[in-house]
């Protein structure tokens, strides 16, 4: 299957949830595995705060989902990395 079909069903089987505040950056087969990658988006109300702003991204995490058709799925999330700008400190959860 092509990459983009690859995306259409990953954006298919993942919860509502997940897709209002990550997207699929990209998904990967191979004969055992499928990997989605997810990036966190920037919320409405964070690109309209000057105080807060994105500095690149976290470290990826994997997270094993349950198998489909027989392959493991492995979702690797990478999270915002905020910044206050007044104080230049890193906030940890918005």
């Not at 994105?54 to 493991?72: E, H, L, Q």
Request: charged residues 30%.
């Amino acid at each position: 299957m092509n990459n983009q079909g690859l995306l259409s069903l990953a954006q298919l089987i993942l919860p509502s949830e997940i897709l209002l505040n990550f997207e699929v950056t990209g998904v990967e087969e191979d004969s055992s595995f499928i990997r989605i990658h997810l990036d966190e988006m920037v919320k409405a109300e964070y690109k309209s705060n000057p105080d807060i702003e994105s500095k690149g991204f976290c470290d990826a995490v994997t997270i094993r989902d349950f198998p489909i058709r027989n392959k493991g799925v492995d979702l690797i999330v990478r999270r915002r990395r905020w910044y206050t700008t007044k104080r230049r400190i890193g906030i940890q959860k918005l």
